[in-house]
């Protein structure tokens, strides 16, 4: 009759040495890489100190991710060879036979693989009431992002992540930026950032949380390209994508003109103004805005790479 025996969890041995040296060139303190996997500094120490070479291989997993390396990066390479004993009479006897080992010794070796299965059995029974246990967390993450804007101007990018039931989460906010594109300015600012993408670190709470960034598109875009704006929110090994708006478009409109009619309006200028202070901090420039909004719209000079305020509607048309 066969007997089924469950699993034991799977693990993985990670080599703390090059653990520390990749963190250290990420820039990343022990508290960060704690932080992303919600576990304590001291789990981090040990690892890297390698006084628990062996963790749950999912863990390893999210600190591989963390880090931004494969797996097999922080993986200790091989199993430490075990060098054969030596016989105390004349050395070494690969042919020599092994001694018949007493009864007593006999049924240890028995009963230790029935303890080993029974224990295995436990530990994933533990293993999963705890993931039944832990409620998948709700958090939606909701990109704003111009419709249009101009291929010389800096532009506003935000995200604001919103978390259902109002409780303290640890996330990563992750996005990737186009090709394209410069970011020039973090609010908050970003954890990490290179030219690719950036992250943000951040603990829900009772209220909405909202990130932002100015971009600038490089001396490549051309008129009517499309730039296209990806990222997505960590929260253990869970990810939820960032939602709302995903393109701009590359036209000689300014990005507050939201229908393009050369024109900012008042709902328009009071859209601007729900931002206000993320705007100023941020470094856009509200005064241009304001100018605009005041005259009676605007023309793009070619020649001066930069907006207009025209003074009657045929100069519009200049």
Same mark, same amino acid.
């Given at each position: 009759?066969?007997?089924?025996?469950?699993?034991?969890?799977?693990?993985?041995?990670?080599?703390?040495?090059?653990?520390?040296?990749?963190?250290?060139?990420?820039?990343?303190?022990?508290?960060?890489?704690?932080?992303?996997?919600?576990?304590?500094?001291?789990?981090?120490?040990?690892?890297?100190?390698?006084?628990?070479?062996?963790? =749950?291989?999912?863990?390893?997993?999210?600190?591989?991710?963390?880090?931004?390396?494969?797996?097999?990066?922080?993986?200790?390479?091989?199993?430490?060879?075990?060098?054969?004993?030596?016989?105390?009479?004349?050395?070494?006897?690969?042919?020599?036979?092994?001694?018949?080992?007493?009864?007593?010794?006999?049924?240890?070796?028995?009963?230790?693989?029935?303890?080993?299965?029974?224990?295995?059995?436990?530990?994933?029974?533990?293993?999963?009431?705890?993931?039944?246990?832990?409620?998948?967390?709700?958090?939606?993450?909701?990109?704003?992002?111009?419709?249009?804007?101009?291929?010389?101007?800096?532009?506003?990018?935000?995200?604001?992540?919103?978390?259902?039931?109002?409780?303290?989460?640890?996330?990563?906010?992750?996005?990737?930026?186009?090709?394209?594109?410069?970011? =020039?300015?973090?609010?908050?600012?970003?954890?990490?950032?290179?030219?690719?993408?950036?992250?943000?670190?951040?603990?829900?709470?009772?209220?909405?949380?909202?990130?932002?960034?100015?971009?600038?598109?490089?001396?490549?875009?051309?008129?009517?390209?499309?730039?296209?704006?990806?990222?997505?929110?960590?929260?253990?090994?869970?990810?939820?994508?960032?939602?709302?708006?995903?393109?701009?478009?590359?036209?000689?409109?300014?990005?507050?003109?939201?229908?393009?009619?050369?024109?900012?309006?008042?709902?328009?200028?009071?859209?601007?103004?729900?931002?206000?202070?993320?705007?100023?901090?941020?470094?856009?420039?509200?005064?241009?805005?304001?100018?605009?909004?005041?005259?009676?719209?605007?023309?793009?000079?070619?020649?001066?790479?930069?907006?207009?305020?025209?003074?009657?509607?045929?100069?519009?048309?200049?």
């Amino acid at each position: 009759m066969e007997t089924s025996t469950t699993s034991p969890i799977a693990c993985v041995l990670i080599d703390g040495k090059k653990i520390r040296r990749i963190r250290q060139e990420r820039g990343f303190t022990q508290l960060y890489v704690a932080t992303c996997l919600t576990v304590t500094t001291d789990t981090i120490s040990r690892w890297e100190n390698n006084r628990s070479p062996s963790i =749950k291989q999912e863990n390893a997993e999210k600190l591989a991710e963390v880090l931004d390396v494969d797996l097999s990066e922080i993986m200790q390479q091989s199993e430490p060879r075990q060098e054969p004993a030596a016989d105390p009479v004349g050395g070494l006897d690969e042919h020599r036979e092994e001694a018949e080992p007493p009864v007593g010794i006999k049924k240890v070796r028995l009963v230790i693989p029935i303890l080993i299965v029974l224990a295995a059995i436990w530990l994933g029974y533990r293993y999963a009431s705890d993931r039944v246990a832990v409620p998948l967390p709700t958090i939606a993450a909701e990109r704003f992002l111009p419709a249009h804007t101009s291929p010389h101007v800096p532009f506003p990018v935000f995200i604001r992540v919103h978390h259902a039931e109002n409780t303290q989460v640890s996330f990563i906010l992750r996005e990737s930026f186009p090709d394209s594109i410069l970011v =020039k300015q973090g609010i908050p600012p970003f954890t990490t950032l290179n030219t690719a993408e950036g992250k943000w670190i951040g603990i829900t709470g009772d209220q909405d949380l909202l990130f932002g960034y100015l971009a600038l598109p490089d001396r490549n875009v051309v008129l009517g390209q499309k730039l296209v704006f990806t990222g997505h929110v960590l929260v253990e090994e869970h990810r939820f994508p960032v939602n709302g708006a995903t393109t701009t478009v590359m036209e000689n409109y300014h990005w507050a003109d939201r229908n393009t009619d050369y024109v900012i309006d008042d709902n328009e200028i009071l859209a601007i103004y729900s931002f206000f202070e993320l705007f100023k901090r941020m470094g856009i420039d509200i005064d241009e805005i304001q100018r605009i909004w005041a005259g009676n719209g605007y023309r793009w000079d070619e020649a001066g790479a930069r907006f207009i305020v025209v003074s009657n509607e045929t100069s519009q048309q200049e």
